[in-house]
């Protein structure tokens, strides 16, 4: 199948489960953050715009996620690299707890996998400028709730899905079923898990925060307080952060404000959200004046 032939179908498929999967996931934890809020509670514009930008962003990166896969198969042929084979056969036949240790290993095998190379190109993003340049939109938010979750730029999209899918791609060569079940699980894990540590729930889980990701966590990471910068960085799994020496473990009353401040107010349109950070590369890219040449 060619480029145009997978995203036409692909399309196809995206389109009504894309708003299924984006509106009623959020409403419990809604409910949730006007009840508890943390400091404010997030405002119906605050979750209108985090939509416009998660929908638009999953329109504008399936033509380069789809390209990125493509390219990766055929770096792979061109290499002559024999991937990794990996199943998760052995584990379903396990006498008696077979099928639920296999369900366990497809949604916990690929966390661990997705969350090491999310914290790495995470950590990468906080770094290099041209990166940084669009990750600082899902950091604008002012009022972070349980919809910035997927407020990621198109470009940070698929960069993620570059880092991730297609290194991940030339090393481990999954049955492709069981590829999609696993994919299916671990999101499904990950997806619930983002939409509650990005919500504005004041809840302590101190006994949690080692483990996953919590409210309290993921919090740091948006503190707009220059202590919190560059902590917590981990997308599940605090063992990374713990591990590499960025863990910042919340104390008791550590609820920070979120956002950019004055450096990076949040964009109030869809298109200087999508088109904004264009331009600040655009500009980045450009030669700077050179003095000595004459005008
Ligand atoms: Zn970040
Ligand atoms: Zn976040």
């Not at 290993?105 to 999310?118: C, K, Y």
Request: net charge positive.
């Amino acid at each position: 199948m060619n480029f145009a032939h997978i995203l036409l179908s692909s399309m196809k498929g995206m389109f009504p489960s894309l708003l299924w999967w984006s509106v009623p996931p959020l409403i419990p934890f809604i409910i949730a953050e006007q009840i508890w809020p943390v400091h404010k509670a997030p405002r119906w514009r605050d979750y209108g715009m985090n939509l416009l930008i998660s929908l638009s962003s999953a329109c504008l990166t399936l033509p380069l996620g789809i390209a990125a896969g493509l390219w990766s198969a055929d770096v792979r042929n061109f290499l002559g690299w024999k991937p990794i084979s990996f199943s998760f056969h052995t584990i379903g036949s396990v006498p008696t707890a077979g099928p639920a240790l296999r369900i366990l290993a497809m949604i916990f095998v690929p966390l661990f996998l997705h969350d090491f190379w999310f914290y790495w190109a995470h950590r990468i993003e906080h770094r290099v400028p041209v990166l940084w340049a669009f990750h600082r939109l899902h950091h604008s938010d002012e009022l972070m709730n349980t919809s910035t979750w997927a407020r990621d730029h198109f470009l940070q999209n698929a960069w993620r899905a570059f880092f991730s899918v297609f290194t991940l791609g030339l090393i481990i060569d999954l049955d492709f079923t069981e590829a999609g079940q696993a994919a299916f699980y671990s999101f499904m894990f990950l997806a619930g898990l983002s939409l509650f540590y990005h919500s504005a729930i004041r809840a302590r889980l101190p006994w949690l925060d080692r483990i996953l990701v919590t409210p309290q966590v993921h919090r740091i990471h948006h503190s707009i307080d220059p202590e919190h910068y560059n902590k917590n960085f981990a997308d599940a799994l605090p063992i990374f952060d713990i591990v590499f020496g960025t863990y910042h473990r919340p104390q008791k009353d550590e609820f920070p404000v979120t956002g950019l401040g004055a450096y990076f107010p949040a964009p109030r349109s869809i298109w200087s959200a999508q088109f904004g950070p264009l331009l600040a590369i655009g500009k980045m890219l450009m030669p700077k004046d050179n003095p000595q040449i004459e005008k």
